[in-house]
């Protein structure tokens, strides 16, 4: 079946820093790719997309690309600010067949900046 | 353009009652995906209803169901409530299901006491 892998947290940076979160996936198909953020009580937020392979989604300084050979769907961010506190998903989207609806997630990662 | 509306936003319930959550989609969105959150388990997927058939299931006891509306509204119950159904329930709507991205709403925290 379909997994997603995320870099284990928690991660600490300083504001400014550059941020890396790394997020790996096995899927059969072709699937599309998000990050999604989550702020305290809240739900889940759409941060980026990408549909194929080498797409870039991009939102709010946040990058992330589409790499089917190495099946991977990094996020990054130049310059951090205390407000990017949050956890962070990964999740793959399979089209089609059995797949309706169904986004499969990372286990999450957990992000504080510090001023 | 309103976003997805979950009711109520929290819950408290005896173990053995049952509850109904409801969610209201992005107007023109047809499909509508439930989750539960918990720290253990993450984030799993429950069903997806699209025009008021249901396309998707996961993998949850048939404690847990749901039904759309010709409106695209949806509702999800749970019957015979546990003390590990307690989770934050969240309702996502996209317009296909397929390949175009969901919109989640602010979620449903369920307390079973």
């Known amino acids: 079946g379909n997994s997603v892998t995320q870099m284990e947290g928690p991660v600490t940076l300083s504001e400014e820093a550059f941020l890396t979160i790394n997020c790996t996936y096995t899927?059969?198909?072709?699937?599309?790719l998000f990050w999604y953020v989550q702020y305290p009580g809240e739900g889940l937020q759409l941060l980026l997309k990408?549909?194929?392979?080498?797409d870039k989604g991009s939102n709010k300084g946040f990058e992330a690309t589409y790499r089917k050979e190495t099946t991977s769907f990094h996020l990054e961010k130049g310059s951090v600010q205390v407000s990017d506190s949050a956890v962070y998903f990964c999740a793959l989207l399979e089209a089609g067949g059995t797949s309706y609806g169904k986004l499969t997630f990372g286990q999450g990662t957990i992000l504080t900046v510090h001023p | 353009k309103a976003g997805v509306t979950q009711t109520p936003r929290y819950l408290i319930k005896t173990r053995g009652q049952q509850v109904t959550l409801s969610c209201s989609p992005i107007?023109?969105?047809?499909?509508v995906s439930w989750y539960q959150q918990t720290p253990g388990q993450g984030l799993q997927f429950l069903f997806e209803?699209?025009?008021?058939?249901?396309?998707n299931k996961g993998n949850f006891p048939g404690r847990f169901s749901g039904r759309q509306f010709s409106n695209s509204r949806s509702e999800m119950n749970v019957s015979t409530l546990e003390l590990g159904d307690s989770a934050l329930y969240l309702c996502a709507s996209s317009l296909d299901g397929a390949r175009t991205e969901a919109f989640f709403g602010q979620g449903t925290r369920l307390t079973v006491v």
């Open positions: 899927a059969t198909g072709y699937p599309s």
């Open positions: 990408a549909t194929k392979a080498d």
């Open positions: 209803y699209f025009s008021e058939t249901q396309r």
């Open positions: 107007s023109g969105h047809r499909s």
